[in-house]
């Protein structure tokens, strides 16, 4: 079971909207609030081995497949 829970993905995303407004992020980030509970999930089935694709809202993806 993941350790990710939807307070903790959305804590995570608060942290990086505010690094966007502080100009410390410069890349291309789409912030994806309001769908963490369907991505654990759908990630409680998703292995380590597993490939996963994402694009712009990657971030709670890469953070649920276990990327620190």
């Known amino acids: 079971m993941s350790a990710w829970t939807v307070e903790r993905l959305i804590a995570f995303e608060?942290?990086?909207?505010?690094?966007?407004?502080a100009?410390?992020?410069?890349?291309?980030?789409?912030?994806?609030g309001g769908n963490e509970s369907q991505l654990i999930d759908i990630f409680s089935d998703v292995?380590?081995?597993d490939w996963v694709f994402s694009f712009y809202r990657?971030?709670?993806?890469?953070?649920?497949?276990?990327l620190p």
């Open 14 to 21: 608060r942290t990086v909207q505010e690094a966007i407004e």
């Open 23 to 32: 100009g410390s992020v410069r890349g291309p980030v789409h912030c994806s």
């Open 47 to 49: 292995k380590r081995e």
């Open 58 to 66: 990657g971030h709670y993806h890469a953070l649920l497949h276990g």
